[in-house]
């Protein structure tokens, strides 16, 4: 079956700094690959996707994720956070063994201190 | 705007009490989803529905029923069979294989 691993329950960085959220994935085919971030309280708001060609993918927010085959990861980065990039943010795959759907990964709560 | 509205925002159930959480969709996406999120779990899907008129258990079915009798519409109700529904509930919609979730902003349950 298909999974989603993000190592990291929560991470904190100072603001400016940057940012990176590991993410790995267990999938037999191509995945297709997500980001979601998740304000309190709030829904879920796309990041990034990846289905196919170019490995680096830019996203809202100037966010950036890169697929690597090799490694089944998908890893989230920021080059400087900003305050209000605190909140919690999700990796997740879509499968489509009896219809589409998408498993997420556990979260990875992110804190930025001033 | 085109999006996907949960109702209500808070909900609370008495013991023995079934209560259903609304979710309504103008995307026009075939495809809706009711997942649950506890602290430290992500999301757990409930049931999902492809199509009006068909839907399909997801991990964590028992104890909650769903109905799909309008494409825009994909209601669930939380049983008095399901012992700990205290949660945060969210609806989202998907319009096509290679296409990301859309969500709702939630429903937050709590018992009384």
């Known amino acids: 079956a298909q999974s989603v691993t993000q190592p990291d329950i929560h991470i904190t960085v100072s603001e400016g700094a940057s940012l990176e959220l590991r993410c790995n994935y267990s999938y037999g085919a191509t995945p297709y690959l997500f980001w979601y971030v998740q304000s309190p309280g709030q829904g879920l708001q796309l990041l990034l996707k990846?289905?196919?060609?170019?490995?680096l993918v830019q996203g809202i927010k100037g966010f950036e994720a890169e697929f690597k085959r090799s490694q089944s990861s998908f890893n989230l980065r920021k080059p400087s956070v900003h305050w209000s990039d605190a909140a919690e943010y999700f990796c997740?795959?879509?499968?489509?063994?009896?219809?589409?759907?998408?498993?997420f990964g556990a979260g990875t709560r992110l804190f930025v201190k001033a | 705007d085109g999006g996907i509205t949960q109702s209500p925002k808070y909900l609370f159930r008495k013991e023995g009490q079934n209560v259903t959480l609304s979710c309504e969709q103008n995307?026009?996406?075939?495809?809706m989803y009711w997942y649950r999120q506890d602290p430290g779990q992500g999301l757990r899907l409930i049931y999902y529905s492809q199509i009006v008129n068909d839907f399909q258990k997801g991990d964590i079915a028992e104890g909650y029923s769903v109905s799909r009798e309008k494409k825009e519409s994909f209601p669930l109700t939380v049983t008095s069979a399901q012992k700990n529904p205290t949660a945060f509930y969210l609806c989202?919609?998907?319009?096509?294989?290679?296409?990301?979730?859309?969500f709702g902003d939630g429903t937050r349950l709590s018992i009384l």
């Open positions: 997740a795959v879509g499968e489509s063994t009896g219809g589409f759907k998408t498993i």
């Open positions: 990846y289905f196919s060609g170019d490995t």
């Open positions: 995307l026009n996406h075939d495809a």
């Open positions: 989202a919609s998907n319009g096509g294989l290679r296409k990301p979730q859309h």
